[in-house]
């Protein structure tokens, strides 16, 4: 079975600072990533994902995610952080012929003036 | 358009009640999934229909937890004889078919007393 590890529970960065949260996954074979943002009082928000191609994958809101396989590793990162990107991430991982994401338990980011 | 919309919003019930959570998904998605987050956790998966069938169920914790969607558009999740560990929040999501993005409703937060 597949799983995902969000090591920084919270993350505090000033706004306009550069980002990079974690994840990191379990799964035997390719699997399929996902990055997914939650902020108060609304719904789920996928912001990318990766199934195959190119390992550096572009989403909404300025996101990047970068998947290396040998490090088992799928980080978003954001070259500049607005206050409005304070919320809740979410990274997930879906086994090859499932898409249903098993999600990691979270990442609070918290941005300061 | 309208998205994935879930009643109540909040529901509090008192320990052995039963207890029936809805969701509207988006007009014409096939797929609808619920999942539940307790505090401090990611979503986790419980049922996933496409169309009017339960495709797959293996998310269910027992047998207290039932989820129709009769028609193929909205779904009901019932909670028989509630207890306290099912105080969570419940999400609802809607694809276009297996396979593409899932749309979030906002959830219906379930608290027992």
Same mark, same amino acid.
């Given at each position: 079975a597949q799983s995902v590890t969000q090591p920084d529970i919270h993350i505090t960065v000033s706004e306009g600072a550069s980002l990079e949260l974690r994840c990191n996954y379990s799964y035997g074979?390719?699997?399929?990533?996902?990055?997914? @943002? *939650?902020?108060?009082?609304?719904?789920?928000?996928l912001l990318l994902k990766y199934f195959s191609g190119d390992t $550096? @994958? *572009?989403?909404?809101?300025?996101?990047e995610a970068e998947f290396k396989r040998s490090q088992s590793s799928f980080? $978003?990162?954001k070259p500049s952080v607005h206050w409005s990107d304070a919320a809740e991430y979410f990274c997930a991982v879906g086994a090859g012929g499932s898409y249903i994401p098993t999600f990691g338990r979270g990442t609070s980011l918290i941005v300061h003036p | 358009g309208a998205g994935v919309s879930q009643t109540p919003s909040n529901k509090v019930t008192e320990k052995g009640k039963y207890v029936e959570l809805r969701c509207d998904?988006?007009?014409?998605h096939t797929a609808l999934y619920w999942y539940r987050q307790s505090l401090g956790q990611g979503p986790e998966f419980l049922i996933y229909f496409q169309g009017t069938g339960a495709a797959d169920d293996s998310g269910l914790p027992n047998d207290r937890?039932?989820?129709v969607r009769p028609e193929?558009?909205?779904?009901t999740l019932k909670i028989q004889r509630t207890e306290r560990g099912d105080s969570a929040v419940y999400l609802c999501a809607s694809s276009l078919t297996r396979g593409d993005?899932?749309?979030?409703?906002?959830?219906?937060r379930l608290t027992v007393t």
């Open positions: 074979a390719t699997p399929y990533l996902f990055w997914y @943002v *939650q902020s108060p009082g609304q719904g789920l928000q $550096l @994958v *572009q989403g909404i809101k300025g996101f980080n $978003l990162r | 998904p988006i007009s014409g937890f039932f989820a193929g558009s909205v779904s993005e899932q749309y979030f409703g906002p959830g219906t």
